[in-house]
Structures are given as structure tokens and as C-alpha cells.
């Protein structure tokens, strides 16, 4: 009888510290994919000696831009932060890395930037004992191991260890989904 309402204490304690944690949000207007935004990281790719950065293409804002590797510059149109839905967000305009709908016969698919409306294509796995980034299966991969710059961030199946399906944060600390 002492284990249960030891027990039942502690879930009271717990259930307590949560609503208090949440009465602080809402009164500080916090939440957790604002707060991660505050720590925004760039994602550079394991070619080139990580010096390779994911952005939009041209520093786009716009609902379906393409999203592609340049030289990481530091630029705002380079930096992103995890949602609290384990989403990719790019941080210059609040829209979500997305994996479009597929509706070709190849296997792969560039991803753009789209509106967060939380949905499986915009849910990402970070791998971190891989440094790999996934969704639906697919990695995020640097099309065809290409390092120049505007070169297309893709989907693509696992297939051993390439560079380019290797992402790394910068800075580290700021990654962690």
C-alpha cells in the first residue's frame, strides 16, 4: 500500500510540474518550436568537407520552393530548427522541409519548402549514429554526390554509406531534434 500512494504522489508531483510548466508557456506565449527557432543550425552535407549548406534555392520564401546545396555563407535563406513535430523548419520564413507527392516513375524526389500542416511528408528522422536525416523511408541526399553550388537535395533510397546522404549540424548543439 505504501508503493501505491508513494506512487500516486509522485504522478500528483508530476502532473503538477507539467501544469505549471504549461501555465508558463501560455503565459510567456512560448512554445517549444519557438524556442527551438531561437537556436537555428545549418545543414551541411557530408561532401566538400561540410562546406555545403541545405537552402532554398535563390533564398525563396515562396510555398513549393526548391531546396538545394550552395557554399554555406552563414545567410539567412541557410539556417533551419526542429519543430517540436519533428519537423525541418526554415527558419527565414517559418515553412517546413517537405517531401513532395511523388507522380513520376524515378525513384527520387527534390525537396522544396511548404506551409507546416504537421503531415507524414514533412515528419524527419534524425539518425544520429548515421549523421543521416530521413522520411518515408527515403534519406536526404545531395543529388548524385554533385558539389557545386544549386546542386537539388533530394529523397533517396539508403544504399550504404555516401557522403552524400551525410548531414551534420552547425552548430552542433543547436541539431538536436
Avoid at 517559418?94 to 524526389?109: E, I, N, Q, Y
Avoid at 507546416?116 to 515528419?123: A, L, V, W
Avoid at 545531395?142 to 558539389?147: A, H, I, K, M, S
Amino acid at each position: 500500500m505504501t508503493t501505491h500512494s508513494s506512487g500516486l504522489t509522485r504522478r500528483a508531483g508530476a502532473a503538477a510540474a507539467v501544469l505549471t510548466l504549461a501555465a508558463g508557456l501560455a503565459v510567456t506565449g512560448t512554445t517549444t518550436a519557438q524556442a527551438s527557432a531561437d537556436k537555428p543550425f545549418e545543414l551541411r552535407s557530408g561532401l566538400a568537407n561540410h562546406t555545403l549548406c541545405l537552402e532554398t534555392a535563390g533564398g525563396s520564401s515562396e510555398d513549393g520552393a526548391l531546396v538545394q546545396v550552395s557554399t554555406c555563407n552563414g545567410g539567412a535563406h541557410q539556417k533551419w530548427y526542429w519543430s517540436a513535430n519533428s519537423e525541418i523548419v526554415h527558419a527565414a520564413d517559418g515553412k517546413c522541409l517537405d517531401l513532395p507527392p511523388t507522380g513520376a516513375s524515378w525513384d527520387f524526389r527534390q525537396l522544396v519548402v511548404w506551409p507546416c500542416h504537421g503531415g507524414e511528408n514533412q515528419h524527419w528522422t534524425d539518425q544520429p549514429l548515421a549523421n543521416r536525416l530521413s522520411i518515408q523511408g527515403l534519406n536526404m541526399d545531395v543529388y548524385r554526390g554533385w558539389t557545386s553550388d544549386n546542386t537539388p537535395v533530394v529523397a533517396w533510397y539508403h544504399g550504404g554509406v555516401h557522403p552524400n546522404q551525410i548531414w551534420v549540424y552547425n552548430p552542433k548543439e543547436n541539431g538536436t531534434p
